[in-house]
């Protein structure tokens, strides 16, 4: 089975481009596999009918997910609410913030109740600087929702 996984995300200043850029690694590195790196504010709604699995990764900015991924989700929503393309879409979080990224974090998850989708990894959260050790978790979350919807399994 092939699968193709939208990595849709927001940086500012690099750092969540960083965490995007490495997801992005793990499902190329992934047989079958492929993947869709794109800004929120370049990513329509074929993008998210045409993925298997998403990853969504945002900034932390004053508690809540950057403006633009609020944007994706505010232009897609009324459109895919209800279809089968997207019930129980697999998807999976990750979050640069400066010292917290719960409430970045709650609200993306709170909307994507809403999509339907189905959450299939723990979220992957860089406190302060991304260094290598967040880089290799975020590589090791693109692995593994790609070989979950190659395989699947969600
Ligand atoms: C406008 C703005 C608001 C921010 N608000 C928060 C916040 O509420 N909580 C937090 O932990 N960090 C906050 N930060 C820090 C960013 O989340 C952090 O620097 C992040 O790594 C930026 O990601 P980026 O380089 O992809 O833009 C804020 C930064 C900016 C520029």
């Given at each position: 089975m092939t699968c193709k996984i939208l990595v849709v995300y927001h940086s500012q200043s690099g750092n969540t481009r960083k965490m995007a850029e490495k997801t992005a690694e793990g499902v190329r590195s992934i047989v079958d596999a492929t993947v869709f790196l794109k800004m929120a504010s370049e990513s329509t709604l074929e993008?998210?009918?045409?993925?298997?699995?998403?990853?969504?990764?945002?900034?932390?900015?004053?508690?809540?997910?950057?403006?633009?991924?609020?944007?994706?989700?505010?232009?897609?929503?009324?459109?895919?609410?209800?279809?089968?393309?997207?019930?129980?879409?697999?998807?999976?979080?990750?979050?640069?913030?400066?010292?917290?990224?719960?409430?970045?974090?709650?609200h993306i998850e709170r909307i994507c109740l809403g999509y339907q989708f189905k959450k299939v990894l723990a979220p992957v959260i860089a406190k302060g600087e991304v260094d290598d050790a967040i880089l290799a978790q975020c590589e090791e979350l693109g692995k593994t929702i790609a070989a979950g919807c190659r395989e699947g399994i969600y």
């Open positions: 993008d998210l009918l045409a993925c298997d699995g998403l990853v969504i990764g945002s900034p932390e900015y004053f508690g809540y997910m950057a403006g633009m991924v609020k944007d994706f989700f505010d232009r897609t929503y009324h459109e895919v609410r209800g279809r089968k393309e997207t019930f129980k879409k697999p998807y999976a979080v990750f979050i640069s913030a400066g010292n917290d990224g719960t409430g970045a974090l709650n």
